[in-house]
């Protein structure tokens, strides 16, 4: 297994900026998803291991960052010009059982989620 621990959530205007950390126990592709209330859960990027490929959706690319760094198994993701919208609570995700990054069935382990609320 790959236990994860995230941290790196909270409250911050629109416009603002956030970075989440998220360690493992062990070296793997890994990913973020987040869940807004009453919506199902979505991904936001990954990267691979090895390699460092990063993959994002849509609605993030250029504001956020995923990067990793592996003597510490952690991976983080800079979140940059926050809008309401990404209010959520984002869950980093790894051991990846298909090469698909995109969807959450991908993946084996999952953290305990990190709240994120950005305020207008």
């Known amino acids: 297994q790959v236990p994860l621990v995230e941290s790196g959530g909270g409250l911050v205007q629109a416009g603002g900026s956030l970075r989440l950390s998220c360690a493992a126990s062990?070296?793997?592709?890994m990913g973020w998803f987040r869940q807004a209330p009453g919506k199902e859960r979505e991904f936001v990027a990954a990267?691979?291991?090895?390699?460092?490929?990063?993959y994002y959706a849509d609605s993030v690319k250029g504001r956020f960052t995923i990067s990793g760094d592996n003597a510490k198994n952690t991976v983080y993701l800079q979140m940059n010009s926050l809008k309401p919208d990404d209010t959520a609570v984002y869950y980093c995700?790894?051991?990846?059982?298909?090469?698909?990054?995109?969807?959450?069935?991908?993946?084996?382990?999952w953290g305990q989620g990190t709240q994120v609320t950005v305020s207008s």
């Open positions: 995700a790894a051991g990846l059982r298909v090469p698909n990054y995109y969807s959450d069935r991908s993946y084996l382990w």
């Open positions: 062990g070296r793997s592709s």
């Open positions: 990267i691979t291991w090895p390699g460092g490929t990063t």
